[in-house]
């Protein structure tokens, strides 16, 4: 079987999505899975250009972006021809243009099986506010928080202090901002303040026009569990993050050392228990499919969970939370990327 192994991508996690390819066509081209599959990688660019077969195996060996450079915009919709012989789409593009929908409504065009949750359980699981809703109308628990338009933000001087104002009584402090459409921490901030509201909210609306507040949770635990399966998808072991810095934000997630995996996570069964229900019950929320990682927070003190997000393509490096999630759950990593196939064609439909 063909597999298109797509990476790369406009986003900001360009480098991510590089090592997750890397660790992917290792395990395709591993033990029973070299006997079953023929993997094509396919490099998106940062200037969104699809780089040809030769380009794209060469990126995938050294494991190193090619450099930015401006892009004839008829480019962008120039394939390679391989392209077109693929059997099986595995995208693994992490953030804007990579989980948001937008690749899997291409793929959905092509009319060709991929990996992962349809557009609409990629639009909605990348969008926080969209998310929220979805997780609030399935009763799952949440944090306060407040969703805020860019134009509140850059508006005239009477209208900003007001929004703040309604922030401040709405959420308090400390509070969490959020660009509601990126991945892996870009543009967020922890606030304890007005002066650090006001800052965070002007940073957060350069990344998006749709921006999220959070209320802090006080002490908690961060948990996260992995989800495998379509209709009657199950739930992995649960890990917890632990960290030096103050949040998780993009430098401790991806500096080495910064943070701590610890799987599984030394919890009470009867909490785990709630947490897989929980990460499965969110999975179907958004209409997840394939794979998906589900983060927690939790209060010994009180013994509360309450959801905080869902990442529907995460990092898949050997040393990414999800495929150690599956790990210790008892599904080795070229088995997991071979149900992953397996779960796309079932999903999506046969190859062509």
């Known amino acids: 079987m063909r597999v298109g192994l797509l990476f790369g991508g406009r986003s900001g996690e360009h480098e991510v999505s590089i090592n997750s390819a890397r660790a992917i066509a290792n395990a395709f081209r591993s033990g029973q899975n070299a006997e079953k599959y023929q993997v094509t990688p396919f490099y998106i660019k940062k200037n969104g250009v699809w780089a040809n077969h030769l380009t794209s195996e060469a990126v995938l060996n050294q494991g190193v972006a090619l450099p930015d450079e401006p892009a004839i915009p008829f480019q962008r919709w120039q394939f390679p021809l391989e392209a077109a012989d693929m059997d099986v789409w ?19 065009l092509m009319q060709v099986p991929y990996v992962g949750s349809g557009v609409l359980g990629s639009c909605v699981g990348m969008d926080k506010l969209a998310m929220k809703m979805a997780f609030a109308q399935a009763g799952l628990p949440q944090v306060n928080y407040v969703g805020v338009e860019r134009n509140e933000i850059w508006s005239n001087p009477c209208v900003f202090p007001k929004l703040c104002d309604d922030i401040e009584a709405k959420v308090g402090y400390p509070c969490f901002v959020k660009p509601a459409n990126l991945g892996s921490s870009v543009g967020i901030a922890k606030v304890r303040n007005r002066a650090e509201l006001e800052a965070a909210l002007d940073s957060a609306a350069s990344y998006d026009h749709r921006i999220i507040v959070e209320a802090g949770f006080g002490e908690i635990r961060e948990v996260e569990c992995a989800v495998l399966g379509n209709e009657n998808p199950k739930a992995s072991v649960i890990g917890e993050i632990s960290y030096d810095a103050d949040f998780y934000d993009y430098e401790t ?3 080495d050392g910064r943070a701590q995996l610890h799987i599984p996570a030394d919890l009470p069964a009867e909490v785990v228990e709630r947490l897989q229900a929980m990460a499965i019950q969110a999975f179907k929320a958004v209409d997840g499919a394939g794979l998906g990682r589900l983060d927690f927070f939790y209060q010994t003190t009180t013994g509360q969970i309450v959801i905080n997000e869902i990442n529907t393509l995460p990092g ?6 999800y495929p150690q999630l599956w790990q210790v759950s008892g599904i080795d990593f070229p088995d997991l990327v071979d149900q992953l196939v397996q779960l796309a064609i079932a999903y999506h439909g046969k190859p062509n």
């Open 90 to 108: 595995f995208p693994i593009l992490h953030g804007p243009n990579g989980e948001d929908g937008t690749i899997q409504g291409l793929l959905t």
């Open 253 to 255: 997630k991806y500096t």
């Open 316 to 321: 898949f490096t050997a040393f990414s939370m």
